[in-house]
């Protein structure tokens, strides 16, 4: 079976601000760094066009007036929702696109078609809320795909991973009630970073409590850091709940040469996330596993973040780079300690430590 490359050049029509980080460059450096490999002429690598979305599976996660809202602003050419995040003439078509997706995306890979995807898509969706655009974001992607997996195909477990350098509020939102979306999340302490969420208490309420984890990283934290949570935790919890699909909120602004962040990953760290992203798909859900791409505004990390991805999907060696950078020893004994209080207070994880 074929990985799938979902892409659409209205992904790249969607333009803000003269000089915003979130540009169309952004899509453009990762498919000049997978063209170069010479991948998009690999007979495994489907090129996957998407269909706008269904809005009724949108309106399961943000209501009906404000994704109005979003065509309208952009059939008048433009308008903003807050002072960086902005619509323009293309913006809704690029998002319904992108939602259209990653519903295409996780739908062949339920019907056998495909064995995994890349949503590689603009504009970005994981901290889009209910009625309220920012962050860059208009619709959650990810968060819809995940519910038309629960609704729509009847899947009990979905796990979502989120390793953006920021935390993804809005994701976080749409299932905190829910036990059947497992949402964990590792990114850069919110007392350093926007959207200012994401600690470790919050960890979901009703039937949801327990299925929200996250994990603030002390800025600077790298590959060791990152290892450790994935060793002590993500990996723990994917034995406990057992999911049936694997779906990855992916950020290449954990890299350290992101110019808005400040963390502490190397290509080579990112690219051992999807090794175990990757592992933990074919051992718990049949290998079912997409990924949804979210922030990333370092060009370069951009391009080689991205073709690890594919590669890591496929199955084909993957690319190492030269970039290094090495972690304080104060970063790891924070996540140490950060570690041992989740697994002590995390419901889910309440097993793992008897």
């Given at each position: 079976m074929v990985t799938d490359l979902v892409f659409h050049e209205a992904f790249t029509k969607h333009e803000m601000s003269m000089?915003?980080?979130?540009?169309?460059?952004?899509?453009?450096?990762?498919?000049?760094?997978?063209?170069?490999?010479?991948h998009l002429k690999d007979p495994n690598l489907n090129i996957l066009t998407p269909m706008p979305v269904d809005l009724e599976e949108v309106y399961r996660i943000h209501g009906k007036a404000y994704i109005d809202?979003?065509?309208?602003?952009?059939?008048?050419?433009?308008?903003?929702?807050?002072?960086?995040?902005?619509?323009?003439?293309?913006?809704?078509?690029?998002?319904?696109?992108?939602?259209?997706?990653?519903?295409?995306?996780?739908?062949?890979?339920?019907?056998?078609?495909?064995?995994?995807?890349?949503?590689?898509?603009?504009?970005?969706?994981?901290?889009?809320?209910?009625?309220?655009?920012?962050?860059?974001?208009?619709?959650?992607?990810?968060?819809?795909?995940?519910?038309?997996?629960?609704?729509?195909?009847g899947l009990n477990r979905v796990m979502i991973v989120d390793y953006d350098a920021h935390h993804g509020n809005g994701t976080q939102s749409a299932f905190y009630s829910s036990n059947r979306v497992l949402y964990v999340s590792l990114h850069q302490d919110g007392r350093t970073l926007f959207p200012g969420s994401g600690f470790p208490d919050e960890m979901g309420k009703g039937a949801g409590l327990g299925y929200t984890v996250n994990l603030p990283m002390y800025p600077g934290a790298g590959n060791i850091s990152y290892d450790l949570a994935f060793t002590n935790v993500i990996e723990?919890?994917?034995?406990?709940?057992?999911?049936?699909?694997?779906?990855?909120?992916?950020?290449?602004?954990?890299?350290?040469?992101?110019?808005?962040?400040?963390?502490?990953?190397?290509?080579?760290?990112?690219?051992?996330?999807?090794?175990?992203?990757?592992?933990?798909?074919?051992?718990?859900?049949?290998?079912?596993?997409?990924?949804?791409?979210?922030?990333?505004?370092?060009?370069?990390a951009m391009g080689m973040g991205s073709l690890n991805v594919i590669e890591e999907l496929m199955g084909v060696p993957v690319t190492e780079f030269s970039d290094t950078y090495t972690e304080n020893d104060a970063c790891t004994r924070y996540t140490k300690t950060l570690i041992d209080k989740t697994l002590k207070t995390a419901p889910l994880l309440s097993e793992v430590i008897k």
């Amino acid at each position: 079976m074929v990985t799938d490359l979902v892409f659409h050049e209205a992904f790249t029509k969607h333009e803000m601000s003269m000089g915003h980080p979130e540009s169309p460059e952004r899509l453009r450096s990762a498919m000049m760094y997978i063209k170069r490999a010479g991948h998009l002429k690999d007979p495994n690598l489907n090129i996957l066009t998407p269909m706008p979305v269904d809005l009724e599976e949108v309106y399961r996660i943000h209501g009906k007036a404000y994704i109005d809202g979003i065509r309208e602003s952009s059939s008048r050419g433009g308008g903003f929702y807050t002072p960086d995040t902005e619509v323009n003439a293309h913006t809704y078509e690029a998002a319904v696109l992108a939602a259209g997706g990653g519903i295409d995306a996780v739908d062949r890979i339920m019907a056998g078609k495909s064995k995994n995807a890349f949503v590689l898509c603009r504009p970005p969706g994981h901290h889009a809320e209910y009625e309220r655009a920012f962050g860059f974001c208009f619709i959650n992607n990810i968060a819809v795909a995940a519910s038309h997996l629960v609704k729509e195909c009847g899947l009990n477990r979905v796990m979502i991973v989120d390793y953006d350098a920021h935390h993804g509020n809005g994701t976080q939102s749409a299932f905190y009630s829910s036990n059947r979306v497992l949402y964990v999340s590792l990114h850069q302490d919110g007392r350093t970073l926007f959207p200012g969420s994401g600690f470790p208490d919050e960890m979901g309420k009703g039937a949801g409590l327990g299925y929200t984890v996250n994990l603030p990283m002390y800025p600077g934290a790298g590959n060791i850091s990152y290892d450790l949570a994935f060793t002590n935790v993500i990996e723990p919890l994917a034995e406990v709940f057992r999911p049936e699909f694997v779906l990855v909120s992916v950020g290449f602004d954990c890299h350290y040469q992101d110019s808005l962040t400040s963390l502490g990953l190397t290509t080579s760290g990112i690219a051992k996330m999807n090794a175990c992203l990757k592992g933990i798909a074919e051992t718990h859900a049949s290998g079912r596993l997409a990924y949804f791409l979210e922030g990333g505004y370092n060009l370069d990390a951009m391009g080689m973040g991205s073709l690890n991805v594919i590669e890591e999907l496929m199955g084909v060696p993957v690319t190492e780079f030269s970039d290094t950078y090495t972690e304080n020893d104060a970063c790891t004994r924070y996540t140490k300690t950060l570690i041992d209080k989740t697994l002590k207070t995390a419901p889910l994880l309440s097993e793992v430590i008897k």
